[in-house]
């Protein structure tokens, strides 16, 4: 009984701790962090569905994969855009 105890004191422990890291994260970092989830759960999942024979649905989370594996290279990319850079006439 006593270790039920232990171990939910020490769940609520780690909960508390994560939420606070989770508040205190910068929303920038935290919006690449679950960029970086979503591409690497879309593959697992692809390939799950590749193994298992659902072409169908292989082909449209590979696609998702892709579209989330962009959206992480352009959020790294400088910022800007159209026109940023000078054309070194004026």
Sequence with gaps: MALYLLLGVLLLVMTLLAARS???VSPALLAQGMRAFIAAF???ASTGLLFSGRLGFALITIG???MALRAMARARAPAGGFGSQS???A
Excluded: E, P
């Design 22 to 24: 989770f508040v205190q």
């Design 42 to 44: 879309s593959a697992l």
């Design 64 to 66: 998702a994969t892709f």
């Design 87 to 89: 054309s070194g006439g």
